[in-house]
C-alpha cells in the first residue's frame, strides 16, 4: 500500500518494487530450534515474512522482465526445481508468471492492467530431482501499481435538472456524477467538478456553481425568470488527479437545467367591459367570450383560468365555463331569462387561476370587468297556469255536462295576442273544448271502468297556440277523477263446477262475486236461488260464509248424475243494490270413496245437449255428402271422356300419332306428290336478295316471325274438318320456318354389305323390261312389293 503527502508518493521499506537495480532474492524459510531451560522443549521459531512484490500497470517491457529469484538454501546439497502455482501462473489468466526451474528466478511475461486484475497470490516450490518436496511452499503476493491511464467518465451524457424561477441563491437544481477506473486511494482516480460555461448569460453568465468533490449544482444568484429564459445549458468538467489540470486528465457533459414556473403572473382581461345578448327562455347558448391574458406556462395550473360572477346573477341564470384550450371564459345561459321580468343583466366577473398566486405576487386590476347582457324578446308559448289540473266527478254524468274551464295566459305582457284551444288527446273521445274560452264539456258518458280510466283517473291533453309570428303553443293536461257509482252488477264466480251425485260433506261449492265497481258498491254480496223452477230449491240451498263467499251444495240425498245449470241472483251493497241473475254449471257424477269423481262418472257426467249432438250429426253427414258427389263428378266424367266418339274413322284418324310402316311402297303411286314444295318459297325472295355478311345456311330454321295458324274450334263439324286442313297447308307451303329447310335431305342410311344387294337398279319410270320374280325370295316383307313387280298371274 502506498502513503501519500503533498502530491508526493512513498514506499514503505518493506514494499519490494521491480523498479530497483538489482531484484530481490527471496529465501526459503529456515527452521531454528532450541531447547527449554524449564522442560527441554523444542520451540520452532517464527517463519519471515516475505514482503509483496509491486508491479507497475501498463510496463512497456521489455519482456518477459525479472521480478525476483527465488532460492533455497539446500541447493549446495542436492538439485532442486522450482515452480511457481496460482491464478496468472498455471491457472486462469494462466502465463503472465513464470519461473526458471533451475536458477529460481521468476519473470512476468506481459504488461498488466490495473483495472483487470489489481493483485495476484503465488505460490512456490521447490522440489528434488525425484520430485520430493525440500522446502514448505512460500507465498507470494504480486500487486500490480496504479497508473493515471484512465479518463473520468460522465454516468449520462446530458443530465436533465429544474429548478423554480424567482428561486434564492443556494437553491439545489441538481446533481452530476463521473466516475474514474483508476485508483480512487490515490490522486489518479480522485474527480474534480468545474463548469465551463453557461448559455444563455441572462441575467449574469454565472447564475450557478458545482460543488468541486460532490457535482452538486447549486444557484449563486437571483432573477431567474421563466417568462425570460425558460432553460439554461451548463457545460460541465471532471478532472481527475484532483483536479489538477496539468497533469490529470478530463472529460465533460452536459446539464440542462429547466426553469419551472410558478404563479408570478396573474390573468388579466383584455378589457375592462363586455358585452352580449341572448333571446330569452334560451339554455346552454353561448352570450359572449371572456378573452384573458397570462404569460405563465400555458395548460398548467398557473395558467388555467377559473372565472366568477361576484354580483348582478343573484338568480343564477349565467355561468362560466372555461375553454380548455384558449383559456377564453365561455358566459353561458343556464337558466332561461324572461324579457318580460329582466330586459338587461349587468354582471361583475373575477378571474383567477387553479393555483394560488405566488408568495408576494397581487392580484392585477385587470382581473376583473364588466358584463352587460340584452335580453331579446321572442314569442312565447300560451301558459296553463296549473298543469296538470285535477277535477273531480262522478261517473255517468250526461253529455254536454259543463267540467270546467282550462284556460292559458300569454306570458307576452307587451303584446296583444289572441289564444285559441284545440283537443290534442282524448283517449275515449269524451270532450271538447272551447276553442275561444277553453270551456270543457262531455260528449258521452264518463265511465270509471272503462279501458282509458288508470286509477281512477282520466286523462286528455289540450293545445293552446297563439296568433304571434311565429305560432307558439302550449300543452297542458286535465286530469278527471271519476267518483264511482253503483252502476255494474255483481257477476258469480265460478261458472262449473262438479260435485258427488250423494250428498257428503265435501260435496259442495264455494261461489263468490266479481264487482267492476269500487267500495262501497261491492261487497258484502247476497246469494240466493230462485223461487223458479221449484226444483232449483228443492234439489240445492246456499249457505253464507262470509260478506263475499257462500257455498252452495245439493239439499237432497242422491241426485242423478248429470249436467244441471242452477241461476243463482247475487246482489251487492251498493245504493240502491244491483242484482244479477247468473248460472253456474255444475256436473254431478259419482265419486270414489276420497269423494273424487271416477272417470266413468265423469264421461257420464259429461253429455252432450240434444242441440249439440244434432249439430254434430248435420255436419258428419253434410261432410260425407260432398266426399260422395265429388267421387261420382270424377267418375262420370272419366266415362264422358272415354266415350265421346270422334269425328272421323279411328284408323284413318292421324293426329297426334306416330306410325310406323314396314314396307316402302313401290311403283308410281308413292311418287306422286309436289316436288315444288321443296323449293325455296316465293315469301323467302325478300331475305334471299338481302345482302349480309358471311354465307347464308339453307338447312337453318330463319330467324323470322313465324306464320299463324288457323285455329280449330273446340267442337269442330264433321264438314268443317276439310277446310281446317287446307287452310293449315296453305299456311305451311306459305311459312318460311316450317321443315324442311333444305331441299336435299338424308333419311336412311342402311349400311353397307347388305345380303339384299344394291337397289339403285331399281327405277319404276324405266321403261326396259326386269325380272323382279326374285323379291318373292326376300320374305313376306318385301311381298308386296314383290306383286307389284313379280309379274304375276293376274298380269
Known amino acids: ?69 527465488i532460492r533455497s538454501d539446500q541447493d549446495k546439497d542436492v538439485g532442486i526445481r522450482y515452480s511457481i502455482t496460482g491464478a496468472g501462473a498455471d491457472q486462469p489468466p494462466s502465463g503472465i508468471y513464470n519461473i526458471d526451474p533451475i536458477s529460481g528466478n521468476m519473470f512476468v511475461t506481459q504488461p498488466l492492467d490495473r483495472e483487470e486484475r489489481a493483485s495476484f497470490h503465488l505460490r512456490a516450490h521447490a522440489v528434488d530431482m525425484n520430485g520430493n518436496q525440500v522446502e514448505n511452499p512460500i507465498d507470494l503476493y504480486i500487486y500490480v501499481i496504479d497508473m493515471n491511464d484512465n479518463r473520468p467518465e460522465f454516468q449520462n451524457q446530458v443530465y436533465n435538472g429544474s429548478v423554480a424561477e424567482g428561486s434564492k441563491p443556494g437553491s439545489s437544481v441538481m446533481q452530476v456524477t463521473a466516475s474514474d477506473s483508476d485508483d480512487s486511494t490515490t490522486a489518479n482516480g480522485m474527480v474534480r467538478y468545474r463548469i465551463l460555461s453557461q448559455t444563455p448569460h441572462s441575467p449574469i453568465p454565472n447564475m450557478f456553481t458545482i460543488n468541486s468533490e460532490t457535482g452538486d449544482i447549486v444557484t449563486v444568484a437571483a432573477g431567474l425568470d421563466r417568462e425570460k429564459v425558460s432553460q439554461y445549458t451548463i457545460i460541465v468538467q471532471a478532472t481527475d488527479m484532483e483536479g489538477n489540470l496539468n497533469f490529470g486528465l478530463s472529460n465533460t457533459a452536459t446539464a440542462l437545467i429547466s426553469i419551472t414556473d410558478i404563479n408570478d403572473n396573474p390573468p388579466e382581461l383584455t378589457v375592462r367591459t363586455f358585452s352580449g345578448e341572448v333571446p330569452e327562455n334560451k339554455v346552454n347558448v353561448v352570450v359572449t367570450n371572456l378573452t384573458v391574458v397570462d404569460r405563465d406556462q400555458p395548460h398548467s395550473p398557473n395558467w388555467n383560468a377559473v372565472y366568477r360572477i361576484v354580483s348582478g346573477d343573484p338568480s343564477g341564470h349565467f355561468t362560466i365555463r372555461t375553454n380548455p384550450i384558449t383559456n377564453e371564459g365561455m358566459l353561458t345561459v343556464v337558466k332561461p331569462v324572461d324579457f318580460e321580468m329582466n330586459r338587461a343583466f349587468m354582471l361583475t366577473v373575477v378571474v383567477s387561476n387553479q393555483a394560488h398566486l405566488a408568495s408576494g405576487i397581487q392580484s392585477s386590476l385587470q382581473s376583473t370587468a364588466g358584463v352587460t347582457i340584452s335580453v331579446q324578446d321572442v314569442n312565447e308559448p300560451p301558459v296553463f297556469p296549473v298543469n296538470p289540473k285535477l277535477i273531480r266527478f262522478e261517473e255517468g254524468v250526461p253529455a254536454g255536462t259543463t267540467l270546467t274551464v282550462f284556460a292559458a295566459q300569454d306570458p307576452d305582457h307587451f303584446i296583444h295576442q289572441i289564444v285559441r284551444y284545440s283537443k290534442l288527446s282524448d283517449p ?45 303553443s302550449g300543452t297542458g293536461t286535465l286530469q278527471i277523477y271519476l267518483i264511482d257509482i253503483n252502476d255494474n252488477a255483481p257477476v258469480l264466480i265460478p261458472r262449473e263446477a262438479q260435485v258427488c251425485e250423494h250428498a257428503r260433506p265435501n260435496s259442495r261449492i264455494n261461489i263468490t262475486a266479481s264487482d267492476a265497481d269500487a267500495d262501497p258498491n261491492v261487497g258484502p254480496f247476497v246469494f240466493e236461488l230462485p223461487s223458479f223452477p221449484a226444483s232449483v230449491r228443492r234439489n240445492w240451498t246456499i249457505s253464507r260464509l262470509s260478506g263475499d263467499y257462500a257455498q252452495l251444495r245439493l239439499r237432497i240425498p242422491y241426485l242423478e248424475a248429470g249436467v244441471y245449470e242452477i241461476p243463482v241472483i247475487v246482489s251487492d251493497s251498493g245504493n240502491p243494490p244491483l242484482s244479477n241473475r247468473s248460472t253456474i254449471r255444475i256436473k254431478v257424477c259419482p265419486c270414489d270413496d276420497n269423494g273424487d269423481c271416477s272417470t266413468t262418472g265423469a264421461v257420464a257426467a259429461a253429455g252432450l245437449g240434444t242441440g249439440a249432438i244434432i249439430a254434430i250429426l248435420i255436419c258428419i253427414i253434410i261432410l260425407l255428402s260432398m266426399v260422395l258427389l265429388f267421387v261420382v263428378w270424377m267418375k262420370r266424367r272419366e266415362k264422358e271422356r272415354q266415350a265421346k266418339p270422334l269425328l272421323i274413322d279411328p284408323e284413318d284418324d292421324v293426329r297426334d300419332n306416330i306410325l310406323k310402316y314396314d314396307e316402302e311402297g313401290g311403283g308410281e303411286e308413292d311418287q306422286d306428290y309436289d316436288l315444288s314444295q321443296l323449293q325455296q318459297p316465293e315469301s323467302l325472295d325478300h331475305i334471299i336478295n338481302k345482302p349480309a355478311s358471311g354465307v347464308r345456311r339453307v338447312d337453318e330454321r330463319p330467324v323470322i316471325a313465324e306464320s299463324q295458324y288457323p285455329v280449330r274450334p273446340s267442337l269442330p263439324h264433321p264438314g268443317d274438318i276439310g277446310d281446317f286442313i287446307n287452310d293449315g297447308l296453305r299456311a305451311a307451303d306459305n311459312d318460311p320456318t316450317a321443315p324442311p329447310y333444305d331441299s336435299l335431305l338424308v333419311f336412311d342410311y342402311e349400311g353397307s354389305g347388305s345380303t339384299a344387294g344394291s337397289v ?36
Open 1 to 69: 500500500m502506498q502513503m501519500k503527502n503533498n502530491n508526493v508518493v512513498y514506499k514503505p521499506s518493506f514494499f519490494f518494487s521491480v523498479w530497483d537495480s538489482q531484484p530481490r532474492v527471496i529465501r526459503f524459510p529456515r527452521k531454528h530450534q532450541r531447547s527449554s531451560s524449564a522442560n527441554g522443549l523444542r520451540r520452532q521459531k517464527r517463519d519471515w515474512v516475505i514482503p509483496p512484490i509491486n508491479v507497475p500497470e501498463n510496463s512497456r517491457g521489455p519482456f518477459p522482465h525479472m521480478l525476483v529469484r
Open 428 to 472: 275515449a273521445n269524451w270532450l271538447k273544448i272551447n276553442r275561444t274560452n277553453g270551456q270543457i264539456t262531455t260528449m258521452a258518458l264518463l265511465d270509471r271502468e272503462s279501458m282509458y280510466v288508470k286509477n281512477n283517473v282520466y286523462e286528455a291533453t289540450f293545445l293552446a297556440f297563439d296568433n304571434g309570428s311565429p305560432q307558439a
Open 760 to 795: 339403285s337398279s331399281l327405277n319404276s319410270t324405266s321403261s326396259g323390261d326386269q325380272d323382279y320374280d326374285y323379291l318373292n325370295d326376300w320374305g313376306p316383307r318385301f311381298k308386296k312389293l314383290a306383286d307389284l313387280y313379280g309379274g304375276g298371274d293376274d298380269d
